[in-house]
């Protein structure tokens, strides 16, 4: 799997809302500025997750961007499928709707499968944990492995 920047880029934007005591609005310039974030990059990001539900924008001198649910409940998987749609598409489809001829038909399972372990992790991962830097035992157990940091 590749994560896109856009996907990156908005779950730092997040993290650092999240991390925000006083839940006030931030503004994009002062997102982009904290984690080096592009602003016109960020401000469509922004608007890819605003109509998701994930933030909110308010207007006026005390304007910006938060979350628009406890970051508790927003997870990884949400932020990906808002800013650039399903975990894991072949050629532009779902897994699900692709169809192979005869030999080739097995490949469908190999996707299927793959989105499963995806969502395994990117589902159990919410923006309040990675906000907390406290992931999930399910999710740190897989990292504890030497072989997980190798690229193969």
Do not use: C
């Not at 709707?97 to 992790?121: C, K, P, T």
């Amino acid at each position: 799997m590749r994560v896109s920047t856009k996907s990156d880029y908005a779950l730092r934007a997040l993290i650092e809302m999240a991390t925000r005591q006083d839940g006030r609005p931030v503004s994009a310039e002062e997102l982009g500025r904290l984690q080096e974030i592009p602003r016109g990059f960020l401000q469509a990001i922004l608007a890819d997750l605003r109509r998701a539900g994930v933030v909110l924008a308010q207007r006026g001198q005390a304007g910006g961007w938060r979350l628009a649910r406890p970051a508790d409940t927003v997870s990884v998987a949400d932020v990906i499928r808002a800013v650039d749609g399903p975990l894991v598409s072949v050629y532009g489809l779902r897994p699900e709707a692709v169809s192979y001829n005869g030999s080739a038909e097995v490949l469908q399972h190999v996707w299927i499968a793959a989105r499963r372990s995806l969502r395994e992790v990117f589902e159990e991962v919410s923006i309040q944990q990675l906000a907390d830097g406290a992931l999930p035992e399910a999710i740190t157990s897989r990292t504890d492995d030497d072989d997980a940091w190798q690229p193969h």
